[in-house]
């Protein structure tokens, strides 16, 4: 079946540093893809998307291009706040399925000042 | 617009006992879904209903868990007899439902501890 597969965590940045955080898939279709995020204390909300390949989905300062090629959408931001301290999780949805969204573990970014 | 509302916050209960969970989606929004996340985990699909009909519920675990929508706006998602590995946090989501791929919002969510 579907899956996503996310860099292990948790990651630890000095702010300003520069953000990747690693997201592949695997799926049958032609899959949407997603990252959500997770700040403490709060619920999950989409930061951005893509549904097609060589779609940039952006927001926020951070970018994901979608990579059929390496079935991959990786996370960047190139300048990192405190306030970016939270959980990410990389998802998809399959296209013309039932749109149910497949997560991966999640990854905990930690920005000191 | 308000949000995802969920209810309770937080549950503890002991193993076999039962409990409920209630969800009430943005206004107008037809696809209602309701996740488990495990700690460490992502968020993993239980059921996902469309107006007051079910969609996907390969998931869920029937001989224990059950949910409905019956008015296909609020759902209830209950567990009986709940186990210690049921300890999770409950996610309810909704979307408009049109079939473009659009967001998914998600509620606040309900810590679940099974002692």
């Known amino acids: 079946g579907d899956s996503v597969t996310q860099m292990e965590g948790p990651v630890t940045l000095s702010e300003e540093a520069f953000l990747t955080i690693n997201c592949t898939y695997t799926?049958?279709?032609?899959?949407?893809l997603f990252w959500y995020v997770q700040y403490p204390g709060e619920g999950l909300q989409l930061l951005l998307k893509?549904?097609?390949?060589?779609d940039k989905g952006s927001n926020k300062g951070f970018e994901a291009t979608y990579r059929k090629e390496t079935t991959s959408f990786h996370l960047e931001k190139g300048s990192v706040q405190v306030s970016d301290s939270a959980v990410y999780f990389c998802?998809?949805?399959?296209?013309?399925?039932?749109?149910?969204?497949?997560f991966g573990k999640g990854t905990k970014l930690t920005v000191n000042p | 617009e308000a949000g995802v509302a969920q209810s309770p916050r937080y549950k503890i209960i002991e193993k076999r006992q039962s409990v409920a969970f209630w969800c009430n989606p943005i206004?107008?929004?037809?696809?209602l879904y309701w996740y488990q996340q495990i700690l460490g985990q992502g968020p993993k699909l239980l059921i996902q209903?469309?107006?007051?009909?079910?969609?996907?519920d390969s998931q869920l675990p029937k001989d224990r868990f059950s949910a409905e929508r019956l008015k296909g706006v609020d759902s209830t998602l209950k567990i009986q007899p709940a186990k210690l590995e049921d300890s999770a946090v409950y996610l309810c989501?909704?979307?408009?439902?049109?079939?473009?791929?659009?967001?998914?919002?998600f509620g606040p969510g309900t810590r679940l501890l099974v002692l």
């Open positions: 989501a909704s979307s408009l439902g049109d079939g473009s791929q659009e967001t998914q919002y």
């Open positions: 799926a049958t279709g032609y899959p949407s």
């Open positions: 893509a549904t097609k390949a060589d």
């Open positions: 998802a998809l949805s399959d296209q013309g399925g039932s749109e149910k969204l497949v």
């Open positions: 206004s107008g929004h037809a696809t």
């Open positions: 209903f469309q107006n007051n009909g079910v969609v996907d």
